[in-house]
């Protein structure tokens, strides 16, 4: 596993962390966690595709008719999904696929999307096409908002989101981390990083 782990480099300090999905990956072939299944090629396309568009959306860009007809359908439905749940929750983005790493603790990933939500709450954001509702991604999208906040320490978040992107249906469902929750599994992937041995 180790020469599959993706690394992230630092600005700025001359250092590479590994991926924080990486490392869950890694606690998963431990049996730390249930077993991790690997995405198919062709969700994976899916995924990483709908990542950039959306990336591209939320920081003021657009898809023109001519790209939007280029587009696998199941893509442009999650696309869709995602721009229904902006539009529900009043979703206004502050960072989108920014590198995020915690000096402290050694990690680092990127998380989708970062920004306010109606009223005024301030909340990580991961899209998934797949599943929602597992440890896996209990582990990951707090842990981006903790590095957040350790290279922040004077903002706030008030809490994390899984948004699963139906690419049957074009439509969503969301999962809510409280902050308190969040900052438990926080706790729980770094106390899984020392168990795996990896400083």
């Not at 300090?13 to 991790?36: C, H, R």
């Not at 922040?152 to 809510?176: C, M, N, S, W």
């Amino acid at each position: 596993m180790i020469n599959q782990m993706r690394y992230h480099d630092i600005p700025g300090y001359g250092v590479s962390f590994p991926a924080i999905t990486s490392l869950i990956q890694l606690y998963a072939e431990y049996k730390l966690i249930d077993t991790y299944i690997p995405k198919s090629n062709s969700r994976a396309t899916i995924g990483t595709k709908t990542s950039q568009l959306l990336d591209r959306i939320l920081k003021g860009g657009h898809i023109d008719d001519k790209e939007w007809g280029t587009l696998n359908l199941k893509t442009r439905r999650a696309v869709l999904a995602a721009l229904k749940w902006q539009k529900a929750t009043g979703f206004k983005p502050k960072e989108s696929e920014s590198l995020v790493y915690s000096l402290r603790f050694g990690i680092a990933g990127h998380p989708d999307t970062i920004g306010i939500i109606r009223p005024w709450w301030i909340c990580v954001i991961d899209w998934k096409i797949g599943d929602i509702n597992n440890i896996r991604v209990s582990l990951q999208i707090p842990t981006y908002g903790f590095c957040y906040l350790e290279m922040y320490p004077r903002r706030r978040i008030d809490g994390f989101r899984a948004v699963h992107l139906d690419t049957e249906k074009a439509t969503y469902q969301e999962r809510i981390i409280p902050y308190e929750e969040g900052e438990h599994w926080f706790n729980e992937f770094i106390r899984m990083k020392l168990q795996v041995g990896i400083l």
